[in-house]
Nanobody, 124 residues
């Protein structure tokens, strides 16, 4: 069974940058699409970014488009989320997700496996 472990979260000032990583063990990510989702206090978990197995297809939520970049290194079995121009409203726990489903309409649906999450806090 694949296990996903996020890292790289922390506290950053508004306008700053942060990169979070998701490393897999117990299996390879190279055949799967990957996604990042986030959950702020009192809110539902929401889609942030999607990348297909090769990196050739990437999707973003409107709220992060132009500021966040999802990437992957299949040789390292790791997926990244580079977050620039961070805003206080980006504060959330960020989760990586294995094999989200890209849909014709709406955000990608999450797959079955999640990491434990990493906290990102953006101060104003």
């Amino acid at each position: 069974q694949v296990q996903l472990v996020e890292s790289g979260g922390g506290l950053v000032q508004a306008g700053g940058s942060l990169r979070v990583s998701c490393a897999a063990s117990g299996g390879t990510l190279s055949s799967y699409a990957m996604g990042w989702f986030r959950q702020a206090p009192g809110k539902e978990r929401e889609f942030v970014a999607f990348i297909n197995w090769s990196g050739g297809i990437r999707k973003y939520s409107d709220s992060v488009l132009g500021r966040f970049t999802i990437s992957r290194d299949n040789a390292k079995n790791t997926v990244y989320l580079q977050m620039n121009s961070l805003k206080p409203e980006d504060t959330a726990v960020y989760y990586c997700n294995l094999d989200p489903l890209l849909r014709r309409i709406g955000d990608p649906a999450p797959g079955r496996y999640w990491g434990q999450g990493t906290q990102v806090t953006v101060s104003s």
